[in-house]
């Protein structure tokens, strides 16, 4: 049988084809996607980037503003084994700030307290969603290929299958069905 001239075997064996290679070569790519995509999502309910570790820290005294000099912040920051800080600075009169390569301590002067924090990478999840997020230099072209070659995947995996079980048969109406769920969060969102 010919369609334009083209002899559907042969097209449907590179539709087949296409899409097989297509899949196979951009499966890693596409699991990046989807886990960062579910972290990104939740990002109100977890930082999917850092992990954030709280410390209360008891001071050995009070101190009064006019105390804190280098050598202070040098006593204090030994409290939690940090051996060099970068900067402090007063965000109200009774507090300091110091800050460390990845990690910070708000100290409240006059209740003889600090909050140490220590933030790092989490790992995987940090770089999955610095790819996701376009944030790596040039990477924006590569995601837009990617997206392009979606789009290719997609649509050859529509005519893999024939008859009742293709795009002709129940096909068409689990397709139908896949185009509710953005339609109602469309109408949804019109509505509010």
Same mark, same amino acid.
């Given at each position: 049988?010919?369609?334009?001239?083209?002899?559907?075997?042969?097209?449907?064996?590179?539709?087949?084809?296409?899409?097989?290679?297509?899949? =196979?070569?951009?499966? %890693?790519?596409?699991? $990046? @996607?989807?886990?960062? *995509?579910? +972290?990104?999502?939740?990002?109100?309910?977890?930082?999917?980037?850092?992990?954030?570790?709280?410390?209360?820290?008891?001071?050995?005294?009070?101190?009064?503003?006019?105390?804190?000099?280098?050598?202070?912040?040098?006593?204090?920051?030994?409290?939690?084994?940090?051996?060099?800080?970068?900067?402090?600075?007063?965000?109200?009169?009774?507090?300091?700030?110091? =800050?460390?390569?990845? %990690?910070?301590?708000? $100290? @409240?002067?006059?209740? *003889?307290? +600090?909050?140490?924090?220590?933030?790092?990478?989490?790992?995987?999840?940090?770089?999955?969603?610095?790819?996701?997020?376009?944030?790596?230099?040039?990477?924006?072209?590569?995601?837009?290929?990617?997206?392009?070659?979606?789009?290719?995947?997609?649509?050859?995996?529509?005519?893999?299958?024939?008859?009742?079980?293709?795009?002709?048969?129940?096909?068409?109406?689990?397709?139908?069905?896949?185009?509710?769920?953005?339609?109602?969060?469309?109408?949804?969102?019109?509505?509010?």
């Amino acid at each position: 049988m010919k369609f334009l001239g083209w002899d559907t075997k042969k097209i449907r064996r590179l539709n087949l084809a296409t899409h097989r290679d297509l899949g =196979y070569f951009f499966s %890693s790519l596409i699991l $990046v @996607y989807c886990i960062s *995509g579910i +972290a990104l999502n939740h990002v109100d309910d977890w930082n999917g980037d850092f992990i954030i570790k709280r410390h209360n820290i008891a001071l050995d005294k009070k101190y009064q503003p006019s105390e804190i000099n280098p050598q202070t912040i040098n006593q204090i920051s030994s409290k939690v084994e940090e051996k060099k800080y970068k900067v402090y600075d007063f965000p109200t009169p009774d507090q300091v700030k110091i =800050y460390y390569d990845n %990690s910070t301590m708000h $100290v @409240y002067l006059n209740e *003889g307290r +600090a909050i140490y924090e220590q933030v790092s990478k989490r790992p995987v999840f940090y770089q999955f969603n610095v790819l996701h997020r376009n944030s790596l230099k040039g990477w924006k072209w590569a995601s837009d290929i990617f997206a392009f070659l979606l789009i290719v995947i997609t649509i050859t995996g529509l005519f893999i299958l024939k008859g009742k079980h293709g795009i002709k048969g129940r096909g068409k109406w689990l397709i139908a069905g896949g185009l509710l769920p953005p339609i109602v969060a469309i109408i949804i969102q019109a509505l509010l």
